[in-house]
Nanobody, 122 residues
Framework: QVQLVESGGGVVQAGGSLRLSCAATGSIFNINVMGWYRQAPGKQRELTASSFTDGRTTYADSVRGRFTISRDNAKNTVYLQMNGLKLEDTAVYYC????????????????WGQGTQVTVSS
């Protein structure tokens, strides 16, 4: 199985910055997509940013230009640098990793982190 461990959430004032990290461990054969989703109270979970193996990245319109997703393939880790945080960025942020695992057999996986709270205060 593949497990994800997130870190880096917290409370920050509007305009401030936070950096989230997510490390994937376990029986990893490869990683295709690493991404971040977020879910605000009373709202559906939404895709925030994605990083693909070929180097492409995608962002939600609401965060483009303020957030940057990056990954360290050697460490199977994805980061989300969040700058210029706004009150509406307050949410639980979830890491998501999609790829192939190698045990008990090579097969697809879609793993989720436990979520980390980001709270932006005025």
């Amino acid at each position: 199985q593949v497990q994800l461990v997130e870190s880096g959430g917290g409370v920050v004032q509007a305009g401030g910055s936070l950096r989230l990290s997510c490390a994937a461990t376990g029986s990893i054969f490869n990683i295709n997509v690493m991404g971040w989703y977020r879910q605000a109270p009373g709202k559906q979970r939404e895709l925030t940013a994605s990083s693909f193996t070929d180097g492409r990245t995608t962002y939600a319109d609401s965060v483009r230009g303020r957030f940057t997703i990056s990954r360290d393939n050697a460490k199977n880790t994805v980061y989300l640098q969040m700058n210029g945080l706004k009150l509406e960025d307050t949410a639980v942020y979830y890491c998501n990793v999609v790829g192939l695992e190698k045990a008990p057999m090579v097969r697809p996986y879609n793993a989720w982190g436990q979520g980390t709270q980001v709270t932006v205060s005025s």
